[in-house]
């Protein structure tokens, strides 16, 4: 195992997805319920891509938390800075998908929203090398991570979704990486070639500061933005099974190679973009997360 220690901030919760195969609420379908918040399935890629991952996150003393809980230490992450939340429901969130009519999400905060400044700094205690981070936490925790990490000199990396808050404002981020919807709900440009993910980059820089700008574009690859130059980073293709997870996993491994390779952002970016494939060809979420050697024998292999 490397020494990299990644501390990882971010919701953890289930998910609930019903398919219906028609519109009214009676039709056949089918129904699954996966572990796979944005922190639970960084901090469980980090570990079993070889790194320490520490969780500082919140779920609620009931079944659902018990689950999640041992998932995570399952996975070798340390809980140390984790907390049951006895006042609150573990998170939790329902998609509906009806056959024709799109996907909707309801989602139900629960222990997350409780994430206080008392527990984000005796987590800071655990000296990372990096903080992996979900924007999907609320702005005050969001704020005093990125205030912390400043006053620590701990890089700041942001994983970015349409579910993020706004986050105009923050502390100089190491990585701000967002998903192509979240790029485009944020820009008005929506990333497709070279030149529209520039446009978006650009539009992304004015409002917000970091090093490194990654538009996450699924099987299109990520787009490398550092304000001066740009480059794509090609995709792998693999038959997918599960698109469930692929961003955080690929966010999670580019945080953790990054370290590992002297903060050099395009081969970081190559390796997350290897463990992602073989990410979507299982299903799971947070459970389909590959392995350090899986990783290794697939780069090797293509």
Do not use: W
Not at 133 to 138: E, G, K, N, R, V
Not at 179 to 198: F, I, K, N
Not at 289 to 298: G, I, K, N, S
């Amino acid at each position: 195992m490397s020494n990299e220690k990644v501390l990882v901030f971010g919701i953890c919760r289930s998910t609930l997805t019903l398919t219906c195969d028609g519109q009214g609420g009676g039709d056949a379908g089918s129904y699954e319920t996966v572990l796979g918040g944005h922190g639970e399935t960084m901090a469980v890629a980090v570990a079993r891509l070889g790194g320490k991952s520490v969780f500082c996150g919140r779920v609620g003393d009931d079944s659902g938390g018990k689950r999640l809980v041992r998932l995570l230490d399952g996975a070798g992450v340390d809980l140390s800075c984790f907390r049951v939340d006895r006042e609150a429901q573990t998170g939790f969130s329902v998609r509906i998908r009806r056959a024709g009519a799109g996907e909707e999400t309801i989602v139900f905060p629960g222990a997350d929203k409780n994430l206080n400044e008392e527990q984000i700094r005796t987590a800071f205690l655990c000296a990372p090398d990096a903080v992996c981070l979900s924007a999907a936490l609320p702005r005050p925790a969001l704020d005093c991570i990125c205030r912390l990490a400043r006053e620590h000199g701990i890089p700041v990396f942001l994983n970015y979704g349409t579910d993020g808050v706004e986050v105009g404002g923050l502390s100089e981020l190491e990585v701000f990486s967002p998903d192509g919807e979240a790029a485009y709900a944020m820009t008005g440009v929506r990333p497709a070639g070279a030149e529209s993910c520039l446009a978006a980059a650009i539009e992304m820089q004015k409002r917000v500061r970091a090093r490194y700008y990654v538009l996450r574009l699924g099987d299109r690859g990520a787009f490398v933005y550092d304000g001066t130059y740009c480059h794509m980073v090609s995709s792998y293709v693999m038959q997918q099974t599960d698109l469930r997870g692929a961003d955080d996993v690929f966010f999670a491994a580019m945080v953790l190679e990054y370290l590992r390779v002297g903060r050099d952002i395009l081969p970081a970016c190559a390796y997350a973009a290897a463990a992602s494939a073989l990410t979507v060809a299982r299903a799971g979420e947070a459970a389909s997360v590959p392995d350090a050697d899986e990783v290794l024998t697939f780069l090797e292999r293509s």
